[in-house]
Nanobody
Framework: VQLQASGGGLVQAGGSLRLSCAAS????????MGWYRQAPGKERQLVAI???????DYSEFAKGRFTMSGDLSKNTVWLQMDSLKPEDTAVYSC????????????????WGQGTQVTVSS
């Protein structure tokens, strides 16, 4: 299973970016996909996550500025980030929890490679 994230870049404060993440491979179904970020010297933190049934949860800092959407049946999620702030600068990574074809029903967790988001003041 591979996760391919894209859409990062350099943007001025107040600007917007849209990240995308697609999972591929021997996936039977995807239970949830999430966006995480890690700034230099800081721990990785959840940004937003979409679960089966379309339930989306956001971390407090993301509420009102970030919008996550996704289609778990297609193993694809997006993260629209508006009103970006310099403190949003981080590597953004997507994570998927999936069931694999031919597996016993166990869940498996996979990470994408991350995409850099830099917000200048």
């Amino acid at each position: 299973v591979q996760l391919q994230a894209s859409g990062g870049g350099l943007v001025q404060a107040g600007g917007s970016l849209r990240l995308s993440c697609a999972a591929s491979g021997n996936i039977l179904n995807t239970h949830r996909m999430g966006w995480y970020r890690q700034a230099p010297g800081k721990e990785r933190q959840l940004v937003a996550i979409v679960r089966n049934g379309g339930i989306i949860d956001y971390s407090e800092f993301a509420k009102g500025r970030f919008t996550m959407s996704g289609d778990l049946s297609k193993n694809t999620v997006w993260l629209q980030m508006d009103s970006l702030k310099p403190e949003d600068t981080a590597v953004y990574s997507c994570r998927a929890v999936v069931r694999l074809r031919g597996s016993s029903g166990d869940e498996y967790l996979y990470w994408g490679q991350g995409t850099q988001v830099t917000v200048s003041s």
